[in-house]
């Protein structure tokens, strides 16, 4: 129990183009899910905070308009990376908390985005 | 500000023995903990957590100590094995069952390996 899926794994695009990621919770419902950004030999760093039905809340420093983030389903959370430019390279991950359960987050496999 | 710090980034381990996986906090609100192993390029996996109520929490090779005098967890895996390589996280949790819907601060993470 408890997977969390995402798609794509990895994904290639060029600078100035858009990404969409899609994170699912395959056997649970989740009212919440977060995602998260890791960059090479560091921890991971919280983006944002999806709730479904309402606006995300988007941490410090982080541009809610370069990244969009949707949660229309208790199962389904999208994050698209706007206009995307090589810095924007890193591995993506998403989480969600079983809206039944305790305060435990579920983890995707991570999406690792190259612009270039 | 770093609110959870694991200040040892590698442990090497003999097949068999202890792994003590240290973890420091600062923030003294933060209510729940939470332990994750992650290999390269894929999401972590949620091993263990604990409530700030509790001064330990035990999983079959896995347990968990608090102390919250001294803002520190660890995390114990006894008999450690070979396949127990891989990156561990601690995570803490502010307001875990509140309006922060238990969004998680992560250590840098400390890379384990286990020697046969």
């Known amino acids: 129990g408890a997977v969390v899926s995402q798609h794509p794994s990895w994904v290639i695009c060029k600078s100035g183009t858009s990404v969409k990621i899609e994170c699912r919770s395959l056997?649970?419902?989740?009212?919440?899910m977060f995602w998260y950004r890791q960059f090479p030999k560091q921890s991971l760093m919280l983006m944002a905070t999806?709730?479904?039905?309402?606006?995300?809340?988007?941490e410090q420093g982080v541009e809610k308009d370069k990244f969009l983030i949707n949660h229309a389903s208790l199962t389904l959370s999208t994050l698209t990376v706007t206009s995307a430019h090589p810095e924007d390279s890193s591995f993506y991950i998403c989480?969600?908390?079983?809206?039944?359960?305790?305060?435990?987050?579920?983890f995707g496999p991570g999406t690792r985005l190259t612009v270039t | 500000d770093q609110q959870v710090k694991q200040n040892s980034p590698s442990l090497s381990v003999q097949e068999g023995r202890i792994s003590i996986l240290n973890c420091d906090y600062t923030?003294?609100?933060?209510?729940?903990f939470l332990w994750y192993k992650k290999y390269p390029a894929e999401g972590p996996t949620f091993l263990i957590s604990?409530?700030?109520?509790?001064d330990k929490n035990e999983d079959g090779r896995f347990t968990v100590f608090l102390n919250k005098s001294a803002k520190h967890l660890s995390l114990h895996i006894v008999p450690s094995q070979p396949g127990d390589s891989a990156v561990y996280f601690c995570?803490?949790?502010?307001?875990?069952?509140?309006?922060?819907?238990?969004?998680?601060?992560f250590g840098q993470g400390t890379i384990l390996t286990v020697h046969p």
């Open positions: 999806s709730n479904e039905g309402s606006k995300a809340t988007y």
């Open positions: 923030n003294s609100m933060f209510d729940y």
């Open positions: 989480s969600a908390r079983d809206r039944g359960g305790a305060y435990e987050q579920y």
């Open positions: 995570a803490a949790s502010l307001d875990a069952g509140g309006t922060s819907y238990g969004k998680l601060t």
């Open positions: 604990i409530s700030s109520i509790k």
């Open positions: 056997d649970f419902q989740a009212t919440t």
